[in-house]
Structure formats: structure tokens, C-alpha cells
């Protein structure tokens, strides 16, 4: 596997905020990257995959980039929905695609 | 609606066996890879094992040799036999479907869960 560091852990913002969150590959993943949203008691949703590419239905203030090693989620002009963890996931380890340790977002 | 609803988790004892259900509506399980993930109290996710569309099927080392997973095309259910139940397997236990394309793989539906707790 390939492990892989989110950064911060934990985040305090306020709604209309905007928000970046790290995540760093031991080696590189090239655009196989993926950002995952998740609430308590809730399924996780798929954000971004292949490093900028938006899924269907998410709105427009998530954007990802990044390749290789070192990958982004920003989130523009944060909404109260927005507060949750964020993973990010590589898929180039197939088939065990890794996970960062999360990031959660806070309100302040 | 594309969706899947996982179930049969509960209370176990150490040693035990449990098996997990994960019925899919909207999509075939069999058009596409389908996987196991899960979440142990306070931590982070964890991909526990795949089935692909050609039946072969892969594992995390945690739980080789321990966990078999299956799919019933015909009931369109994915499932998670977990046998010799240990207590750090106790986890929030998600069936995800895998999303592929030329360069990228993700897991673009998810369910909601069954808790799988292991204790005496």
C-alpha cells in the first residue's frame, strides 16, 4: 500500500470561508487521487476523483488538484453543510486503495 | 436510484462468524467492481476487500484468510462472510461501488453501514 498524509487533522472555519486540505503521497499516485466527504451516520460521498475531476451533483465550490505526490481540496465559500471530514483515497495501489486519516472541519 | 443498503451486523463474540449483505438497487453488481470498507470507532476509513467483474477477489492483510466475499447476481446482493472475529474488527462496515475509467478509479456510491461490534 501507499500511505498517505492529510493535513491539517482538524480544522476550525466559518461559514463563507475558504478552505485548503493537504494530502501527500509516500510515492507518487500521478492523478490517482480521490477526495471524500463524510458526515456522521451518513454514507461517505465522492467529492473529486482523478485529482480535478468534480462527480456529478457536487457543487461547484469543491475543486481539487494536484498530481504525483502532493494533492489539494479547496473548498470555496464554505456552507454549513459543509462541515464534516474529508478523506482522501489514492487508487493507484491496486486493489488496496488507501486512505489518509481524514481531515475534519469544524465550525469556529 | 443508484443505491446500496448494507445489513446484518450486530453484536458478536470473539471467534465468531457474521455474514454482511449489501443489497444494490438501480445497477447490476456484477457490471462493475464492488468493495468492502470500514470504519472502527474514532478511526479513519479502511478498504477491507474487492470483488471485480471477472470474480477475482482481493483482501486486506488484516483480514486474509479470515473474510470471503461473494456476490448473488441474481438476488443483485454483494456480501461479506467474516469468520474468526477478532475485536479490532469492530467497525462501521460500508459496501462502496467502484467507478473506473481510463485514468481514474474511484468508489462512487456508498451505503450507509451496518456496526459490527466484537466482545464478550
Known amino acids: 500500500d501507499i500511505p498517505m498524509t492529510q493535513s491539517p487533522s482538524s480544522l476550525s472555519a466559518s461559514v463563507g470561508d475558504r478552505v485548503t486540505i493537504t494530502c501527500r503521497a509516500s510515492q507518487s499516485v500521478y492523478s490517482y487521487l480521490n477526495w471524500y466527504q463524510h458526515k456522521p451516520g451518513k454514507a461517505p460521498k465522492l467529492l473529486i476523483y482523478?485529482?480535478?475531476s468534480l462527480q456529478s451533483g457536487v457543487p461547484l465550490r469543491f475543486s481539487g488538484s494536484g498530481s504525483g505526490t502532493e494533492f489539494t481540496l479547496t473548498i470555496e465559500s464554505l456552507q454549513p453543510e459543509d462541515f464534516a471530514t474529508y478523506y482522501c483515497?489514492?487508487?493507484?495501489?491496486?486493489?488496496?486503495?488507501?486512505f489518509g486519516q481524514g481531515t475534519k472541519l469544524e465550525i469556529k | 436510484e443508484v443505491q446500496v443498503v448494507e445489513s446484518g451486523g450486530g453484536l458478536i463474540q470473539p471467534g465468531g462468524s457474521l455474514r454482511l449483505s449489501c443489497a444494490a438497487s438501480g445497477f447490476t453488481v456484477s457490471s462493475t467492481y464492488m468493495n468492502w470498507v470500514r470504519q472502527a470507532p474514532g478511526k479513519g476509513l479502511e478498504w477491507v476487500s474487492v470483488t471485480h467483474v471477472d470474480g477475482r477477489t482481493d483482501f486486506a492483510d488484516s483480514v486474509k484468510g479470515r473474510f470471503i466475499i461473494s456476490r448473488d447476481n441474481s438476488r443483485n446482493t454483494l456480501y461479506l462472510q467474516m469468520n474468526s472475529l477478532r475485536v479490532v474488527d469492530t467497525a462501521v462496515y460500508y459496501c462502496?461501488?467502484?467507478?473506473?475509467?481510463?485514468?481514474?478509479?474511484?468508489?462512487?456510491?456508498w451505503g450507509q453501514g451496518t456496526m459490527v461490534t466484537v466482545s464478550s
Open positions: 482523478g485529482a480535478s
Open positions: 462502496a461501488r467502484g467507478y473506473t475509467g481510463s485514468n481514474f478509479d474511484a468508489f462512487d456510491v
Open positions: 483515497q489514492e487508487s493507484y495501489s491496486h486493489p488496496d486503495y488507501t
